[in-house]
């Protein structure tokens, strides 16, 4: 996780164009592996939420908001 947060770093200094190369490239491969293993549309819709919580979890870790 922290791997993963510290490449989608968007700090002033970051490459953003590389954090969401990242980011899309985690996303497609979530798409083509679930099309790879004839998941159900429910079930691709769950991997990528879950992917997609991933990413937001890693994101959150590096910005925590004070709420």
């Given at each position: 996780?922290?791997?993963?947060?510290?490449?989608?770093d968007?700090?002033?200094?970051?490459?953003?164009?590389?954090?969401?190369?990242?980011?899309?490239?985690?996303?497609?491969?979530?798409?083509?592996?679930?099309?790879?293993?004839?998941?159900?549309?429910?079930?691709?819709?769950?991997?990528?939420?879950?992917?997609?919580?991933?990413?937001?979890?890693?994101?959150?870790?590096?910005?925590?908001?004070?709420?």
């Amino acid at each position: 996780m922290t791997s993963l947060a510290l490449a989608l770093d968007t700090s002033e200094n970051a490459d953003i164009e590389h954090a969401r190369g990242i980011t899309s490239l985690v996303r497609e491969t979530i798409r083509q592996r679930c099309r790879e293993l004839n998941m159900s549309e429910a079930g691709q819709r769950s991997a990528a939420g879950y992917a997609d919580e991933l990413l937001s979890t890693a994101l959150s870790s590096l910005y925590p908001s004070d709420e």
